[in-house]
């Protein structure tokens, strides 16, 4: 009978590499130190393939494809870094800063934000798009915590995190396209949540200052995320 | 435990019955000449009827849409093949009185014309002429022989290649082949596999899913219950929007009757196959039509799509193989297993066979529902089929494939109506939308009305399609005020060109086609609003330079 190889080689900008077929693009491309930009990924949660910013050529394909969400294929011919990309990243990037209120210099988070780290390293250096200044609503009903909407990105860890992780499932999205908004339970008061355990978790996974805790001045809120695969895994050795 | 003979006996029956009556007076009981009368036509002519001591000589029957919804309240007499447009209630006895001599000449609406000749009528072969509400009547007219024939003279994999044979393409948008797909999902190793009807249908102004489902529900049952023969599925759901009342009602009878009829449920026609249809209701989001959508919204959660593969014939419905067709393509189903696949190939064009239904609207004589062979020419639907527009102004025009599809102008309208033809156009065929706007219309603002279509229908999940529609609208609304500037146009084809690309579903990567189809063709319309060129400043007269 013949023998199925498990093992995929393909290209990452030229490079051979070898993967398991059950990695991502992303995974192989970390692997080897090859950097791709991702939002709303995180190791340790479901992929949702939602912010784009990790699109990446196939030779042959005719779409782009997410690296989180893609798995390898044999005689793959990756490209992670063209203009096109680079072009699309930093425009998507653009488009988030001109849905919300992202002005680094007053946040809690300033320094230690992803959406801030990515702009830098992408090169976005101004706005080109006309602020759509949604009305979106701050919580700060919670005892140690606070929800800033007009920070948030919709990248939906917070949502995910507290479902797959905590077992809460507090959060939730409600509306549709530019009225999306995250809310708790049915869209009541975070601090009347009859669900949330207060555990912290959705604050540490969100990548910007949109979740953080209470008392924090400009710059101060730094999250910890080793927590996630730690847990993740437990799970999987469990099972 | 029924067999097929003794249910197409009991349906002889009921035919014979029928055949008793002289006359047999048709009414329009769909959506659409519904809303106009209620069912006041009906009663008024069941009425008239007794009045007139006509009982058990003239049979009054409600059936679904006979298609030419703008004329409508609909009428149609048989066996004289009379057709009345435009009924009220008060005609009625009138309608009566003179059945069998003269008929009411100010009602007659000819049937001689373009619009009934050009059509070939498969999926709507029993619309307007069968009571969607009698299972007897659907049975009569050749319902369920082919899940008959499938049961009992073919194994899964026949039922495959007669559909491979066919070159039927899915009807949902995207004509993906439903004999590869079918064939895909029957390979699936799994215990449990699902057959998903997707009758979403959001698109404004289409009407096809929900005029099949109102006029002919049974066969979306039949079409169904064979694709669970072929792929080895026993359990499917049929995902109406809940917009759609009346469809929702009779295909709940139509479950029912079958079920009663050993067509649905366990041991089907005795033949030891299984199979359960239920339905779910969708609340009326345009993205829950996106199959990874629809799946999620069955499964209880938020209908959000997410990143295929792995399709659904992998990994579908709590994550077992499923198979998921629009209502237009399962419709064409029992057809194909009654009279073959090659009689189907050998409709149609090349590279796509078979009919397709069109929902005409818009700037249009002949408003209503179409069905023509795949490989008609635009020109044949508008102008002749359509009777161009109604108040003979030049068209300029069609958006085929709804709000994410493209306008074709006037120039291109000797072009075949197939998949490719319209991709080559910087179209699609879509679900079978066509809006016909003739040379008051401004394509600017056909372009910025799509988008805000497609701006508030856009899940809100991915970014480039939830923020670049929004900013997409915002230039759009520049243009139609004559404010926009060069760069503008510059940044509304980048913006193009990231969401076609980047989104994650198919409404973003297809919600930038009206606004790059009018650009394409109708560039100095946009040009004609842009803003003056800024003159340049004059330098200040104490300036240094002066
Ligand atoms: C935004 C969006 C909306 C859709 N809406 C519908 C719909 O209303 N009805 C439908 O049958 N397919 C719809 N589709 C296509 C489905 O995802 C899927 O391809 C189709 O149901 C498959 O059936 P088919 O192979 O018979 O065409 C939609 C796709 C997208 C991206
Ligand atoms: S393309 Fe639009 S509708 Fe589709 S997932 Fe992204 S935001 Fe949602
Ligand atoms: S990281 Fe892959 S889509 Fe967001």
């Keep these: 009978m013949a023998t199925r190889s498990r093992i995929k080689t393909l290209k990452i900008n030229g490079r051979d590499v070898s993967a398991h077929e059950d990695e991502t693009i992303l995974d192989v491309a970390m692997e080897h130190g090859v950097f791709i930009p991702t939002l709303c990924q995180i190791e340790g949660l479901t992929i949702s393939g939602a912010c784009r910013l990790c699109l990446v050529e196939v030779a042959g394909w005719r779409r782009l494809v997410p690296a989180c969400a893609t798995h390898v294929e044999e005689g793959m011919e990756i490209n992670t870094d063209t203009e096109r990309l680079r072009n699309y990243r930093r425009m998507i990037i653009e488009l988030l800063f001109s849905e919300g209120n992202h002005v680094c210099a007053v946040c809690v988070s300033n320094g230690n934000c992803e959406l801030q780290a990515l702009a830098q390293r992408l090169g976005m250096d101004h706005v080109r798009f006309t602020n759509l200044q949604p009305v979106r609503l701050v919580d700060m009903t919670h005892d140690r915590f606070v929800l800033d909407r007009n920070r948030c990105i919709l990248c939906l860890r917070c949502v995910r995190v507290c479902d797959e992780i905590e077992g809460a499932h507090t959060w939730d999205v409600k509306g549709r396209g530019s009225e999306a908004r995250v809310v708790s339970d049915l869209a009541t008061p975070w601090g009347d949540s009859a669900t949330c355990t207060s555990c912290g978790k959705c604050v540490n996974v969100c990548p910007v200052g949109a979740l953080v805790k209470k008392g924090r001045a400009i710059g101060e809120m730094v999250k910890r995320q080793d927590f996630l695969p730690y847990l993740s895994n437990m799970r999987e050795v469990k099972k | ?546």
């Excluded at chain 2, 299972?135 to 026949?158: D, F, H, K, M, Q």
């Excluded at chain 2, 799509?305 to 014939?313: L, V």
């Design chain 2, 1 to 546: 435990m029924m067999t097929y003979d003794e249910l197409t006996d009991a349906a002889a029956e009921e035919i014979a019955r029928q055949q008793g009556y002289h006359q047999c007076v048709r009414v329009c009981m769909a959506a659409g000449c519904l809303s106009q009368h209620h069912d006041a036509i009906k009663l008024a002519l069941e009425q008239a009827v007794k009045d007139q001591g006509r009982a058990g000589e003239v049979q009054i029957k409600g059936v679904g849409c006979m298609g030419l919804c703008a004329a409508g309240p609909l009428v149609m007499v048989e066996p004289e093949g009379v057709l009345y447009e435009r009924v009220s209630p008060e005609d009625a006895s009138e309608i009566i009185a003179v059945l069998g001599s003269e008929p009411v000449q100010r009602l007659v609406c000819p049937t001689d014309v373009p619009f009934f000749e050009r059509q070939v009528k498969i999926v709507l072969e029993n619309s307007g002429v069968i009571d969607p509400e009698s299972i007897e009547e659907y049975i009569a007219a050749g319902g369920y022989e082919g899940l008959n024939r499938a049961l009992t003279e073919l194994s899964p994999n026949e039922v495959i290649a007669e559909l491979v044979r066919s070159g039927l393409r899915g009807r949902g948008g995207a004509g993906y082949p439903t004999g590869l797909k079918w064939s895909t999902v029957a390979k699936a190793i799994s215990d449990t596999k699902y057959v998903v009807c997707n009758g979403d249908e959001g698109d404004p102004g289409a009407f096809m899913d929900r005029s099949v489902l109102e006029s002919d529900p049974h066969r979306i049952i039949e079409g169904m219950a064979i694709a669970g023969y072929a792929v080895g599925a026993n359990r499917g759901f049929i995902y109406v929007r809940a917009e759609y009342p009346l469809a929702i009602e009779r295909l709940k009878l139509a479950l029912r009757h079958a079920k009663r009829n050993a067509l649905l449920g366990n041991n089907i026609l005795g033949t030891g196959f299984d199979f359960n249809l239920e339905i779910r209701l969708g609340a009326g989001a345009y993205v829950c039509g996106e199959e990874t959508a629809l799946m999620a919204s069955i499964e209880g959660k938020r209908g959000m799509p997410r990143p295929r593969p792995p399709y659904p014939a992998d990994h579908g419905l709590w994550g077992a193989p499923t198979l998921v067709n629009n209502v237009e393509t399962f419709a064409s189903i029992a057809p194909i297993l009654r009279r073959g696949g090659d009689w189907y190939a050998s409709i149609g064009s090349e590279t796509s066979k078979g009919t397709k239904v069109f929902a005409l609207a818009g700037q249009i004589r002949n408003t209503g529902l179409i069905e023509v062979p795949m490989g008609i020419t635009l020109t044949e639907i508008v102008h002749e089929i359509g009777g161009g527009t109604p108040n003979g102004r030049q068209v300029k025009a069609v958006q085929t494939g709804g709000p994410t599809g493209g306008c074709i102008p006037e120039a291109y309208f000797d072009t075949p109506v197939d998949y490719e033809s319209l991709a080559k156009l910087g179209s699609i065929m879509g679900s079978g939308g066509m809006i016909v706007m003739d040379d008051s219309s401004s394509m600017v603002e056909v372009a910025r009305y799509f988008m805000e279509f497609c701006m508030t229908e856009s899940c809100g999940k991915c970014i480039p399609c939830r923020v670049g529609t929004a900013q997409m609208y915002r230039l759009l609304d520049k243009f139609s005020q004559g404010r926009a500037t060069t760069a503008d146009l510059d940044l509304l084809e980048q913006l193009c060109d990231l969401t076609l690309n980047a989104s994650l579903c198919g409404l973003g990567q297809s919600a930038p086609n009206p606004v790059l189809s009018t650009l394409r063709y109708f560039r100095d319309e946009y040009l004609a609003r842009l803003l003056p060129a800024e003159p340049a400043l004059a330098p200040a007269p104490d300036s240094p330079a002066a």
